[in-house]
């Protein structure tokens, strides 16, 4: 199985939108998961600018776009993919 | 060549406030600079008068376009003398220096400045004034032209005088004295800023001194032509989008130390140039997006939150114990004398919304702020280009 990558926007607006929270994720999910899910940072998903409503903060778990990010809704999509296979 | 200018001060033992005053202001589009240091009659708030007021006067009489030889000569004759002690008001050292080395320095009553070539004090030739109205004030004229690496050391007597009387000192540390410890330290550190080197030659002064408490005021100015360190900020996506690649290259060829303030501009480089970027939140410090890295890049940065915080702590100075973002890219600028700004126009229409539970600040006001900051606190020389 091929492991899952979480991406959590580290941008402006996202940041003060509760990004800054978010990073709890990464003692989290090692800890939950092992080596199965990376969390990673990345300057900006560049999202916010590109959709009309506001949703961030944003983070990408593979291709799937989570917006309003919370811990929980990270995990609950983590959850998803790993029990899909 | 960029001349670094910096002065170090201690106020007499005792006293709430410096009885010396140190002036300086750059004149960018000219390439010239104006410092004083003036010492003023006794100590504390009286002499902080006497001394603020004759630097004051002087840089304004200069900046107006008088002469330096007539405008100092003006103060000299002008002077008013204390009624109990029968001496002037204060004493003044002025210089008035340009980017092609070429100097004026006009002295009254201050202790003779130190010219240092090559490892070795020069005793430069000078005229005297007499002055008209006082027949105790003569002025001292110098017109120099210092190459690369040539130092200039301003004191007030509370440095040569230090450690006056004392049983290993009868005459004090002296010029002399203090010319020996500013050799050594030269030598030990060829490229010493005029920042260290004035408060190396201020802590000097005090450890001179048998109970290390200052018994007159003690200030050290020390001017230094030394080739100007650049840096590059690049800060927000260009207006022209397909323009990126253009500025994208630029950036990263520029021999300039290099900074990224912004998460799309940082994406926006590492994508038209192809370099990852790695991103560290597991650090992230005091409310601030943690620095990521990219190679060829010395330091990378979120955007307008870091820039605000950044520019706070360059007015009021940094006061957190965290060392966040924003203190790295204080040090960033503070560690530069050429600073250029490549401010993208673009806007992030995200920021604007009103949900936003911050203020977020326009970023061409804060680099406007910021880039006055550097320049009239920092004496940092500040080009902005909005792209």
Redo the contacts between chains.
Sequence with gaps: MNKITVKICMGTTCFVMGASSLQELVDMVPSRYGDKVEVQGVPCLEFCNARTEARAPYVTVDDRVVMNATVEKVIEEIERKLSNG | MFIDIDCAQEKKYNQNTYGDYFLSKRYPEKGELIAVLSDGLGSGVKANILATMTATMLLKFVEAGTNIKTACEVVMNSLPVCQVRKISYSTFSVVFCNEEGEVKIVEEGNPQFIYISGGKVIEPEFSVIDSDTFKNRHMHVYKLNLKLGDRLVFCSDGVTQAGLGSSHLKLGLRRQGLIEYLLEKIKENPDISSSDLAKFAVRVAINTEPDRKAKDDTSCAVLYYRNPRYALIFTGPPYHQEKDNEYAREFINSKSKKAIA???T??LISRELNIP?K????K?AG?L??V?YMEGVDL?T????TLTRTTEYLENGFKGKEKDAAYELMQFLLSSDCIEFMVGAKL????Y?P????E?EIRKNIIKKMAKILEDKYIKKVSVRYI
């Design positions: 912004g998460g799309t940082a994406n970027i991103c560290n939140i597991a992230s409310k997006p943690a990521s990378v979120e955007g307008i939150l992030n229409q995200a920021h919304d949900n936003l539970p911050i977020i």
